[in-house]
């Protein structure tokens, strides 16, 4: 018998790439936040923001994993409720927004959001952009009211 050849590998959907991207990623960053670098190369930009500050981004693989080490990550508690939404994107590459609550070294969750484009590698992918920022904590307010319409006199 001859021997079969091999079947491509289909290239996995979107969908698949962010769900296992961010149970990985939120995975290692509640357990190993110092092994986060192995996620970005040397052409990935990373910014951190906690408000309304803008933030210079690192970049490259070395300046972002002094930026990870810079960071207080003991004791990082991910909010259960995690929304994931995602989108093909350019070059086969894949967008990921996570919108959710977290906590670093405090006692209650704070609303984050982060977005990541994943870039193909020959290998699955990588994080070529990611920004992360804090929302600050409103208190909510009433919406405000359409006025009524004046009657005609």
Request: charged share 25%; glycine share 6%; net charge negative.
């Given at each position: 018998t001859r021997p079969q050849p091999a079947t491509p590998r289909r290239k996995p959907t979107p969908a698949k790439v962010a769900r296992s991207f961010v149970k990985q990623?939120?995975?290692?960053l509640c357990e190993k936040p110092q092994e986060l670098f192995r996620f970005?190369?040397?052409d990935s930009r990373?910014?951190?923001?906690?408000?309304?500050?803008?933030?210079?981004?690192?970049?490259?693989?070395?300046?972002?994993?002094?930026?990870?080490?810079?960071?207080?990550?003991?004791?990082?508690v991910v909010g259960q409720n995690l929304t994931?939404?995602?989108q093909a994107s350019q070059g086969g590459g894949v967008l990921v927004v996570v919108v959710g609550r977290m906590s670093i070294g405090t006692s209650y969750l704070r609303p984050f959001t982060q977005t990541f484009f994943l870039a193909p590698q020959a290998d699955g992918y990588y994080v070529l952009?990611?920004?992360f920022r804090f929302i600050p904590d409103a208190e909510p307010t009433e919406a405000p009211t359409q006025p009524e319409p004046e009657a005609d006199a």
């Open positions: 990623y939120f995975g290692l970005y190369k040397d990373f910014t951190r923001s906690d408000g309304p500050e803008v933030v210079a981004a690192a970049v490259g693989k070395e300046a972002i994993n002094k930026k990870i080490a810079s960071f207080d990550f003991s004791n990082v994931v939404d995602h952009n990611d920004s």
